[in-house]
């Protein structure tokens, strides 16, 4: 596996990883706990319409990827910020109209033959370096608002009625979050493409909300178990020649579903010995009793 | 000179989707009064409390708070909501929820205070829930979980705090003991509390108003027959003037039953 690293272009792979996760640590974690899971796919998933954009202006896919995502992701907020838990027809309309947008403008670009698979499913073997740096830029301005509204937003996703009372700018965070979202997206698109964005962005905090007491913990936690599945999904990709960005999401899902499987069967492992023992000792907390 | 009164609605009306929910209401509560809304289910008791603190906005009429408009002075405010909607997997351990009460968005954002928490931690004790400030809010019970948001509501240090249903899932031992407690809040601030429950509270509050689309507020004397009839129940009256006693049982009827039977 070492001897793989010689190669520039699985360095970069490594690099654009580790950097994607960090991001889907700290940005997944507000998706999960706010709930918006849908919301960051629609975001995802419109990004394309900023592909098409860039292709046609002949732009770098970064800058008009991350113009377009922003402004659909402002739209979104806009549109969602007074009634957040019923906007998903939004989403879904904003959620097309982006892929739409993106597929007539790369019809409309002439002589230009855009491999669309590497959008849709990722391209971390060709990620160049000046894209790295664009990446490293991204996760240190997300982190770095991330860290200094950090109490705001743990108030927000709490509970945003009572941060409003309390004088939090919840709308402004809001939008905020959405735009942190979208540029997030955008870099996370060039590791498993757009498609397969939203399992980095919720697997990994899914799985580390279980075992975190508070945000924080929870950012720092799922950007760590992001790092190890994609690097276990990398090298597994690397070895037996596979996509890189299914492979990864296939190693996210694993993990997913084998954390289920295990709390499954914990909680029946609990179940048969509350049952083997019908009358719990006297010695024990009654309350624990009770439970 | 007249004083400004703690709350003040004048003529207002709110509806959700076309469905009203209140109709004109009107209420004034002077400073240092202890109010129950109560009435039954969907008449409009949170839709009410909501609009006193500014999350909603009337349809027409107006509210004013301490004088003011609601939002300009919600940082006076404490807010116990009911639970629903709250993410019980949240990440969060009782102190840092209670802490959220403490957020001042004219400081820098970075983190609480020395100060912060010695607040929590007086309002921790005061609910009992000090022991469990380390502890995951969703392993709480819901009792628990309840003690913790009041908790968070007077760690604002309030001028008028608003409790909806805030005994909902609370023993009869830590109801006594928080309706002890907010008594002896009442010295100091305001309290405007919603509770179906008016046998729990009869001897608490200085006041009551019945909330049923329309409003009637009662503060002394005798409940009147028109608050019976919106009441919708058989009403455990409440004499008024000190020292406050629950009169007597009309009927055995539930509530929630319509009304034409009630007298």
């Keep these: 596996m070492w001897e793989a690293l010689q190669f520039e272009f699985l360095r970069n792979a490594l690099m654009a990883g580790l950097l994607a996760s960090i991001a889907c ?19 995802a998933h419109a990004a394309y ?42 989403i879904g309309v904003l959620w097309a109209v982006g892929m739409a947008l993106g597929v007539v403008l790369l019809d409309l670009t002439p002589g230009y033959n855009v491999d669309l698979m590497s959008y849709l499913f990722g391209s971390i073997l060709t990620v160049p370096a000046t894209d790295l740096w664009a990446m490293a830029a991204v996760v240190t301005v997300v982190t770095a608002l991330v860290f200094r509204f950090y109490s705001a937003f743990v108030a927000m996703s709490y509970d945003a009625e009572f941060a409003r009372l309390r004088g939090v700018p919840v709308g402004g965070l809001y939008f905020l979050l959405l735009g942190m979202i979208s540029i997030s997206v955008v870099i996370v698109i060039q590791v498993v493409g757009l498609i397969l964005v939203i399992a980095m962005l919720t697997i990994p905090p899914y799985i580390a909300e279980k075992f975190s007491d508070s945000l924080w913990g929870m950012m720092l936690l799922s950007s760590l178990i992001s790092c190890i599945l994609t690097l276990f999904g990398l090298w597994i990709s690397y070895r037996w020649n596979l996509t890189s960005g299914a ?23 609990r179940r048969m010995k509350l049952a083997c023992r019908p009358n719990p000792p006297l010695e024990d907390d009654p309350r624990e009793a009770v439970r | ?23 004109h ?27 006193m603190i500014g999350l909603l906005k009337p349809d027409s009429g107006e509210v004013r708070i301490l004088g003011e408009a609601p939002r300009r002075v919600s940082r006076r405010l404490g807010y116990m909501p009911q639970e629903i ?11 840092d929820v209670v802490l959220t009460g403490r957020i001042d968005p004219s400081r820098r954002w970075g983190g609480h205070t020395r100060e912060d928490r010695e607040a929590a931690r007086t309002v921790l004790e005061k609910v009992n829930m000090w022991a469990s400030r380390d502890r995951r809010i969703g392993r709480l019970s819901g009792g628990e979980r309840q003690r913790v948001f009041i908790a968070r509501a007077m760690a604002a240090e309030p001028d008028i705090l608003f409790l909806d249903e805030p005994t909902a ?43 049923n689309r329309k409003l009637h507020y009662h503060d002394g004397g005798e409940i009147t ?30 509530c929630g039953k319509p009304s034409n039977s009630s007298s």
Excluded: W
Aim: aromatic share 8%.
């Design chain 1, 247 to 269: 492979t990864i999401i296939l190693v996210n899902g694993a993990a997913f579903f084998l954390l289920i499987l295990g709390e499954r069967l914990r909680a029946r492992h």
């Design chain 2, 25 to 51: 209401v009107n209420l004034s509560l002077k400073n240092g009064d202890f109010t129950a809304l109560i009435g039954p289910n969907g008449g409009g008791k949170t839709t009410l409390l909501k609009l």
């Design chain 2, 85 to 95: 909607g709250i993410n019980r997997n949240f990440p969060i351990s009782v102190m």
């Design chain 1, 49 to 90: 319409g900023g592909i098409g954009l860039a292709c046609f202006l002949g732009l770098p896919y970064m800058f008009g990827t991350f113009g377009f995502a922003l402004v659909v992701a402002m739209i979104m907020a806009a549109m969602t910020v007074r009634d957040r838990h019923r906007s998903d027809t939004v």
């Design chain 2, 1 to 23: 000179m007249k004083e400004t009164p703690a709350v003040e609605i004048r003529d207002v009306s709110f509806s959700y989707n076309g469905q009203p929910v209140l109709q």
């Design chain 2, 169 to 211: 899932s609370v023993d009869a031992f830590h109801q006594g003991q928080l309706f002890d407690l907010l008594r002896d809040l009442n010295k100091r601030i305001t309290i405007i509390i919603v509770n179906h429950d008016l046998m729990v509270i009869s001897s608490y509050v200085k006041s009551v108003a019945c909330v």
């Design chain 2, 225 to 254: 027959e028109d608050m019976i009839h919106m009441y919708q129940c058989p009403v455990e009256l409440v004499a008024h003037g000190i020292p406050h006693r629950v009169l007597r049982t009309h009927g055995s009827k539930t």
């Design chain 1, 25 to 43: 640590g700290v940005i997944g974690t507000l998706v999960v706990v706010n709930r918006i899971v849908f919301l960051a796919g629609g975001i």
